[in-house]
């Protein structure tokens, strides 16, 4: 059976843009491997009607919501290989199987690629975070620590003073900031600390201590980190889609790649804020941009 779309990765994104292809009455089947980017997160935030969901009772609700039609098949199996044959693709998974498809999605977000400082794994989901529009909220008023290696520094910590101005910023040993940064961080009682970090402390999740590698060390309850991205799969490499140059995947506004017929959402093209209602909006653009082409290829 030739299916009309195949959808790879099962986020906020994918979830959204099989709903759409489904009821637009086309054939599809949606790949879920349920490794999420958000594993690590308890509450998701910033989706009306949803605020404060854990993201695997979102994704159950949303997979509930697909089961409804019947034009869907939700396959909860790793995706190995995509081959571009004619004007179709070969998908081959994991367990053996192969389907074909018109079309393609990619929603198989990224990966974060955290600072190497012991304990940073400990606390990252419960009281360290990478989106003050995601879990500010949540710290607000608190004593907080800005976490960054990069230029991404400054930002962040203006960003984050909106929630607490109870700041420090650490850099683990970068010098990152210009004269002028440092002199207004310093006009808003900002401490910036350049030492190398040796370990973060604390005890179930919540950060407590941060030990510097002088043996100096400073109390804080949470904060946030800037964090390294790449794509959680190869699948836009060997599929030779272009890259714009943060490393996400090129679209045109309704997820088009370079290569016709493969599709790209949600977080791959790294040019929105990660939030699970930017991501699923995306979804559904996506879906329409596919449903577009395949009835103008039809009609």
């Not at 790879?8 to 879920?32: E, M, W, Y």
């Not at 018109?102 to 977000?109: E, M, N």
């Amino acid at each position: 059976m030739l299916l009309d779309c195949v959808i790879i990765g099962g986020g906020p994104s994918g979830l959204n843009a099989s709903l759409v292809l489904a009821r637009a009455k086309k054939k599809i089947i949606l790949f879920d491997e349920d490794k999420p980017r958000n594993a690590v997160t308890h509450e998701s935030h910033g989706f009306i009607t949803r605020d404060g969901i854990k993201p695997s009772e979102f994704k159950r609700i949303a997979k509930e919501d697909l089961m409804k039609y019947s034009n869907i098949s939700i396959q909860n199996q790793r995706v190995i290989d995509i081959k571009k044959e004619n004007r179709s693709f070969l998908i081959h998974t994991e367990d053996g199987d192969f389907y074909r498809s018109r079309k393609v999605i990619l929603s198989t977000g990224l990966t974060d690629i955290m600072p190497r400082i012991e304990g940073i794994n400990n606390f990252y989901g419960t009281s360290l975070f990478s989106c003050p529009f995601c879990d500010g909220w949540e710290l607000k008023d608190r004593a907080l620590v800005v976490i960054s290696e990069d230029q991404r520094a400054f930002h962040m910590t203006k960003m984050i003073f909106n929630w607490s101005k109870d700041l420090v910023v650490c850099t683990n040993g970068k010098k990152i900031f210009s004269k002028e940064q440092k002199e207004l961080l310093t006009k808003k009682n900002i401490e910036v600390i350049e030492d190398e970090i040796l370990t973060l402390q604390g005890d179930k999740g919540q950060l407590k201590k941060i030990q510097f590698k002088n043996g100096k060390e400073i109390l804080r309850e949470g904060g946030l980190v800037t964090t390294g991205l790449k794509q959680a799969s190869s699948f836009a490499e060997s599929l030779e889609c272009n890259m714009n140059k943060n490393g996400g995947i090129e679209t045109d506004k309704f997820g088009r790649t370079n290569i016709e017929g493969v599709y790209a959402s949600g977080d791959n093209s790294i040019s929105t804020p990660s939030q699970l209602i930017i991501a699923a909006s995306e979804g559904t653009k996506v879906a329409m941009g596919v449903i577009s082409d395949l009835i103008n290829e039809d009609f």
